[in-house]
Structures are given as structure tokens and as C-alpha cells.
């Protein structure tokens, strides 16, 4: 079936590093993606959309990239801070409006 | 802004009991969702509400979970009975408008249950 995966489990990272986190979907239709960061014992909180008729869309320090041809997209997040220690997920829609994550990257920033 | 509030954070009961969270959502938002989310993975969503209708509710297991939002607002969600596979983290999530059109999800911080 169709869906939404990463590459990396665990992304270990020094503190002012960047970082790269990556997703891989399958689904053609989907047009819609949304990065989440989840915290320890919170809810996922939005960091940044992108929708399939743009490339690069950038937030403060984040950046996400979509390659339509691969059906890839990926998060860099710039001077990485312990504060962004988490798990992090990409979520797709396809038209039904039904987001659909993948099984997280786990970030941990080291001082 | 108050965010979304769910109640209780804990709950741990036996297989076959009924168990019930409740979901309050930021105000004047539309659109509701519960998720369940097992421990490793991703939330999967369950059902969606826009205003007091059901959107969807395709991965929803109906012979044991139900869910309502009677008056567009608050909302609960129900397993009867529990079963061990149960046990997750349930997310509540509102949005102004639905996701798919832009809306951002704001979620709550989800009610831990494990099913012993």
C-alpha cells in the first residue's frame, strides 16, 4: 500500500550542526506535507508545511525541500539547538484530507 | 490562546473494561480529530469532525471505539471493551479549518492508556 516513511530512526547531531532529516512517500497524489516535532510526553507541533506546487519553503532556522520526482522531502534545521532534541515527522495529505504520518526521526542534539 | 485540552493524561485499566477521554478543542475551531498513537510509530488518525458531522471515520474500529461531538464543540471518544493492542497514546488535534485546506492542526497533549 501507499504511505509514508523515513529513512533514519535516530539522528545524532553536535549542538550548532545542521541537520537533515529525511522522508520518503509513495503516494502520487499526495499534495500536501507537513513537518512535526514531538516532544517527550507532548502532542506533535507544527513546524512547517509545503505544498506539492512549491520546491523549498523556509521557516526560521528550518527549511523543508520537496523533490516530486523521487517523492522525497526532507527537513534541515540550521545551528541545531538541544531544544530541538525530538522526534521528529513528516505527514502527507492526498485530497481526502486524511494527514498521514510516517514512523518519526528521533533527533537528539548533544551539547 | 488556550490550546487543546485533554482529560485524564493516565488511565490504566484491565482488557474488556470500557474506558472514555474527553477532548476540548481551541475555541471557534471547526474541525476535531483523534488520533491513536502506539509507541514507536506515527498517530494514526481514527475519525475526523468538521463542526458536529463525521468527515471521516474509515480507521475507526467501530465495534469497539465510538466518538461524538454533539454540539460541535467537546468531544469524547469510547473503547468498549479494551483490548491489550489498546494500549497507545490518544491525540486530540483542532483546526480552524480542515488540514487538507491549509488548517493547521494544533493538538493536545493525549491521554496515555494502557490496557493490562
Known amino acids: 500500500g501507499e504511505s509514508v516513511g523515513l529513512h533514519l530512526p535516530t539522528l545524532s547531531v553536535q549542538e550548532g550542526d545542521n541537520s537533515i532529516i529525511n522522508c520518503a512517500y509513495s503516494?502520487?497524489?499526495?499534495?500536501?506535507f507537513i513537518w512535526y516535532k514531538q516532544e517527550s510526553g507532548k502532542g506533535p507541533q507544527f513546524i512547517i508545511d509545503?505544498?506539492?506546487?512549491?520546491d523549498k519553503r523556509q521557516g526560521q532556522r528550518v527549511t523543508v525541500l520537496l523533490n516530486k520526482t523521487v517523492k522525497h522531502l526532507s527537513l534541515q534545521i540550521a545551528a541545531t539547538q538541544p531544544g530541538d532534541s525530538a522526534v521528529y515527522f513528516c505527514a502527507e495529505n492526498a485530497g481526502s484530507y486524511i494527514p498521514t504520518f510516517g514512523r518519526g526521526t528521533s533527533l537528539i542534539v548533544h551539547p | 490562546e488556550a490550546g487543546v485540552a485533554q482529560s485524564p493524561r493516565y488511565k490504566i485499566i484491565e482488557k474488556r473494561q470500557s474506558v472514555a477521554f474527553w477532548c476540548n478543542p481551541i475555541s471557534g475551531h471547526a474541525t476535531l480529530y483523534w488520533y491513536q498513537q502506539i509507541l514507536g510509530q506515527g498517530p494514526k488518525l481514527l475519525i475526523q469532525f468538521q463542526n458536529n458531522g463525521v468527515v471521516d471515520d474509515s480507521q475507526l474500529p467501530k465495534d469497539r471505539f465510538s466518538a461524538e461531538r454533539l454540539k460541535g464543540v467537546d468531544s469524547t471518544l469510547k473503547i468498549q471493551p479494551a483490548k491489550l493492542e489498546d494500549s497507545a497514546v490518544y491525540l486530540c488535534?483542532?483546526?480552524?479549518?480542515?488540514?487538507?485546506?491549509?488548517?493547521?492542526?494544533?493538538f493536545g497533549p493525549g491521554t496515555r492508556l494502557t490496557v493490562l
Open positions: 509545503i505544498r506539492s506546487n512549491m
Open positions: 503516494n502520487s497524489a499526495s499534495d500536501y
Open positions: 488535534a483542532s483546526s480552524l479549518v480542515a488540514s487538507g485546506n491549509g488548517g493547521e492542526q494544533f
